[in-house]
């Protein structure tokens, strides 16, 4: 079982940074994709980041796009998600999740097999 552990979530003043980090534990495996997904109570789950883990290739949101920045870690499947500039409207639940397949599309939810289970993050006007 791969599961994924979310760390680095908390309270922040809005023009503020958070680094969030996403590492797995349980069984090893090899991704093609890692991205980032926040939801609040008033939004469905919607895509922030994701990286192709052999290309390195990066896509984001538009909202986010110019002050995020997803990344490799130097340990084993660890993905990062620098957040600089935050607003308020970023104030979510961030979750990492992980694709095997090399059919997955980065912005589809449906194409990740493996989710973390959340950090809160709260940017304050």
């Known amino acids: 079982q791969v599961q994924l552990v979310e760390s680095g979530g908390g309270l922040v003043q809005a023009g503020g940074s958070l680094r969030l980090s996403c590492a797995p534990s349980?069984?090893?495996?090899?991704?093609?994709?890692m991205g980032w997904f926040r939801q609040t109570p008033e939004r469905k789950r919607e895509f922030v980041a994701a990286i192709n883990w052999s290309g390195g290739s990066t896509s984001y949101a538009d909202s986010v796009k110019g002050r995020f920045t997803i990344s490799r870690g130097a340990a084993e499947n660890t993905v990062y998600l620098e957040m600089n500039s935050l607003r308020p409207e970023d104030t979510a639940v961030y979750y990492c999740?992980?694709?095997?397949?090399?059919?997955?599309?980065?912005?589809?939810?449906?194409?990740?097999?493996?989710w973390g289970q959340g950090t809160q993050v709260t940017v304050s006007s």
């Open positions: 349980g069984r090893t495996y090899n991704p093609y994709l």
């Open positions: 999740a992980a694709a095997a397949d090399w059919r997955s599309s980065p912005r589809v939810q449906g194409d990740y097999n493996y």
